[in-house]
């Protein structure tokens, strides 16, 4: 049972210390929110499973970490500044600015039709370089990147040279990226500062693209699937050709249902990924040679021709780029929420068991003493959890009764729990309790660690993902 809304995952994420919303004592900031301890650990464990999965499990991907404000002229020749928009609209009535492609010809707020004729708003935030430069000074201005892509794009030749990378490879990103969202919210879904996963794999101009697309959704839902996510909760989106981005020739969105408490036909989905076949549009445009049919350069600013020389059939080309496009904070949003679940206790109380799997836990193991007013119980426990560490991520708690901790725990996705209590002193053996079952087994202390390892290996069986549909979205 995932959760039944995002409301469920908002008050725990604050509860427990994963998400908070931003700046709350002056107020908040609109769709702004900051990480806390556990949630900076599930995120960075996402972030390394995605970096282990494609940079060190494969052998063809490369990674980077390329700056956030890059010049001026990227954007100008990636074709952001001049359509990185989004439709606008005010409603007459009450005077809400909404998306005009995400309502249905209605105010999202009070209802009403008498809504503005659409016009387009760029996303990408500005910022002025240098101590010196006047606010209006279009030598300084810059912009905070929209997407992580474009690093990678004027980063091919580098990448290429340097590893000595022959086609096709891939170049893997992940870091923030910003736009001015005319309509944030919905918690962490869609915010204005979020991070990215990004890859782009450059392939020759003749490979199966349109085929490579699909192979791509195919490891991607398999990806999902190992973070703990239902099939059931994934869904493939063909983004209708109408709706491509400006340099895409096939785009699938793999979605997520977000939105579990809405009717099946009133958009209970919502983007977590997409798969875009990017053809050599970018390297293509930031390149020194090519001309327009009267032979003038088409970008006279660039220093470099960012082609590939193929040894095999000496021919020179821009390379084809499939791109899986993932965010960060959508994946961690949609791995609380399937993880989320409810159970009831012999007392007929409900409990939050956050069903996380070991390797996103951002706790793997809570060692607690059963009696926090005994020296020899509390020196036990503190120095079980120091062994373990070296291991795996532990914590020592003591803050309250072995029920509460263990609740805790539970709501906070900790696979075991590992109690000392008076017979441990004796039989130098510790209880380990399961977070799912609340089973419980006797484990001799000198084989602690090399049992904990082995549970929390065991990964959680792959579900069957539903078939691609089109949804109408
Ligand atoms: P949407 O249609 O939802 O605005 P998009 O199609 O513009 O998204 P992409 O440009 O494909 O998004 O970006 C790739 C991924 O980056 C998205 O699938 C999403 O996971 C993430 N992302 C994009 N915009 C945001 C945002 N404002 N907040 C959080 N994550 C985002």
């Known amino acids: 049972m995932p959760a039944p809304n995002i409301d469920t995952i908002v008050s725990l994420a604050k509860r427990r210390g994963f998400v908070f919303p ?39 991907i490369e990674g980077i970490d390329s700056s956030i404000i890059l ?27 909404m998306r005009a492609d995400k309502i249905e010809g ?15 708003f760029n996303m990408m935030f500005r910022t002025i370089l240098g101590a010196a430069a006047e606010e209006d000074d279009p030598a300084a201005l810059a912009y905070l990147r929209p997407e992580t892509a474009q690093g990678i794009f004027i980063n091919f030749l580098n990448v290429q040279t340097a590893m000595r990378r022959k086609l096709p490879f891939g170049i893997a990103q992940i870091g923030k990226s910003f736009r001015n969202e005319i309509t944030p919210g919905n918690f962490i ?16 101009p003749d490979a199966e693209h349109l085929q490579m697309v699909d192979e791509w959704v195919e490891l991607y839902l398999e990806w999902f699937r190992s973070l703990g996510i239902s099939g059931e909760n994934l869904q493939l989106h063909e983004v209708p050709a109408d709706e491509l981005a400006h340099y895409s020739k096939r785009t699938v969105d793999i979605m997520y249902r977000y939105f579990p408490e809405r009717a099946e036909q009133e958009r209970q989905w919502e983007e977590l990924m ?46 084809h780029v499939i791109e899986p496009a993932a965010g960060v904070n959508r994946t961690v949003l949609a791995v609380l929420m399937d993880a989320y679940s409810e159970k009831t206790n012999d007392k007929g109380e409900t ?36 062994s373990l560490q070296p291991v795996l991520r532990a914590v020592y708690d003591d803050t309250g009764g072995i029920g509460k901790l263990y609740a805790r725990q539970d709501e906070i996705g900790t696979p075991l729990c590992v109690t000392v209590d008076h017979q441990s002193l004796e039989d130098e053996a510790v209880t380990v309790r399961d977070r799912d079952t609340w089973e419980q087994e006797r484990v001799k202390v000198a084989e602690l660690a090399e049992y904990l390892h082995k549970r929390l290996k065991a990964t959680s069986p792959v579900q069957p993902v539903a078939p691609a549909t089109n949804l109408d979205v």
């Open 22 to 60: 931003s700046s709350e004592i002056y107020g908040g900031l609109g769709s702004a929110w900051d990480y806390g301890p556990l949630g900076v650990e599930l995120s960075n464990n996402i972030k390394q499973s995605w970096w282990r999965w494609l940079v060190y499990e494969r052998d063809d």
């Open 71 to 97: 010049n001026r002229l990227v954007w100008k020749y990636s074709g952001h500044e001049a359509t990185f928009h989004d439709p606008l609209v005010d409603c007459r009535e009450c005077k809400t600015r």
């Open 106 to 120: 209605k105010c999202t707020n009070c209802g009403s039709t008498n809504l503005t004729e659409p016009r387009n």
């Open 189 to 204: 879904l869609r915010t204005r500062e979020f991070e990215q996963m990004e890859m782009e794999y450059f392939v020759k």
């Open 274 to 319: 997409g798969i875009a076949y990017r053809t050599d549009f970018d390297l293509r445009s930031h390149s020194s040679k090519p001309a327009d049919e009267e032979g003038k350069r088409v970008n006279p600013d660039s220093t470099e021709d960012l082609s590939y020389f193929d040894e095999a059939t000496k021919q020179r080309f821009y390379p």
């Open 351 to 386: 409990r939050v068991i956050l069903k996380l799997t070991p390797q996103l836990a951002p706790i793997k193991a809570a060692i607690l003493p059963l009696a926090k007013n005994k020296p020899e119980i509390v020196g036990m426990a503190k120095a079980i959890k120091r």
